[in-house]
C-alpha cells in the first residue's frame, strides 16, 4: 500500500507564492513519474505539471503553458517527496491541487500503479 499526503495550500494575494509538497510512502520499489493536477469549482481535474524519472540520475519535467515560467516541480528522491514551487500566482490558480504519482511497488511488476493525495486549496485573492 502506498500513501500520498500533501501539505502547502492556503490562502495568498495575487502576485505571492507558495510551495506545495507531496510525500509518498509505503511499498515504494520506484517512483515512474509525479505529477501535480488541480480542479476548479465546477471545472475537471487538469494536469499542471509532471516530473518523470528518466535515469537512476536523471528526470525530466514538462508543464501546462499556463503556469510555465512561473511553477517548478521539483523532486527530493531520498524523501520520495515532490514539490510544486508556485510563483506569481494569479486568482485564476484557485482550486484544489492534486498530487499523483505512478509508482512500482514490486521490481517484479514493470506497470506502475497510479495513486492520488488528498488534496489541497490555493486560493488566490485579495
Known amino acids: 500500500q502506498v500513501q500520498l499526503v500533501e501539505s502547502g495550500g492556503g490562502l495568498v494575494q495575487p502576485g505571492g507564492s507558495l510551495r506545495l509538497s507531496c510525500a509518498a510512502s509505503?511499498?515504494?520499489?520506484?517512483?515512474?513519474?509525479m505529477s501535480w493536477y488541480r480542479q476548479a469549482p465546477g471545472k475537471e481535474r487538469d494536469l499542471v505539471a509532471t516530473i518523470r524519472t528518466t535515469s537512476s540520475t536523471t528526470s525530466e519535467t514538462t508543464y501546462t503553458d499556463s503556469v510555465r515560467g512561473r511553477f517548478t516541480i521539483s523532486r527530493d528522491n531520498a524523501k520520495n517527496t515532490v514539490y510544486l514551487q508556485m510563483n506569481n500566482l494569479k486568482p485564476e490558480d484557485t482550486a484544489v491541487y492534486y498530487c499523483?504519482?505512478?509508482?512500482?511497488?514490486?521490481?517484479?511488476?514493470?506497470?506502475?500503479?497510479?495513486?492520488w493525495g488528498q488534496g489541497t486549496q490555493v486560493t488566490v485573492s485579495s
Open positions: 499523483y504519482a505512478a509508482i512500482r511497488t514490486s521490481p517484479f511488476n514493470y506497470s506502475p500503479d497510479n495513486y
Open positions: 509505503g511499498n515504494i520499489f520506484m517512483i515512474r513519474a
